[in-house]
């Protein structure tokens, strides 16, 4: 009986966290082509993989919980953000054909989603917080690489 109880609360608690990943925010206020958004989403898709493996949950009833919405950047160059955008929506694909059926993956590639929160920019002029507000129930990560030099 006690093993059950065990088992129910683990699985309660990975249910939780998969949850708790589809509410991470990623922000990278110098997005460049956005390679680390890109990691970014991968991992958290891996976590989400290794909790539906635990939760026995089969490849043609997995679907990431994790939105491109959730992924912001600021750049400066319309090219480098324009790939950024391309670049998350790549990861997406290839995210869903490694942990999803490869066949629910292509028809989940279109209609492309939106990757808008990826920004034209200077990060030094723009507040931050009106790219990504912050938002109840969601936790924001910064991540990335700055273009600042000493305390200028």
Known sequence: MRNWKRQAAIIRKLHVLKERLSGIRVFDPACGSGNFLVIAYKDIWEIQSEIDDRL??????????????????????????EIARLSLLIAEFQSDEIHIAQKQARLNVLPLKDTWHIICGNV?????????????????????????????
């Open 56 to 81: 026995k949950i089969e490849r043609a009833e997995r679907k990431s919980v994790i939105p491109l919405a959730n992924f912001y950047g600021i750049e400066n160059r319309d090219f480098a953000m």
């Open 124 to 152: 030094l002029e723009k507040d931050w917080f009106d790219v990504c507000p912050p938002q109840n129930g969601s936790e924001n990560c910064i991540c990335g690489n700055s273009p600042y030099k000493g305390s200028t």
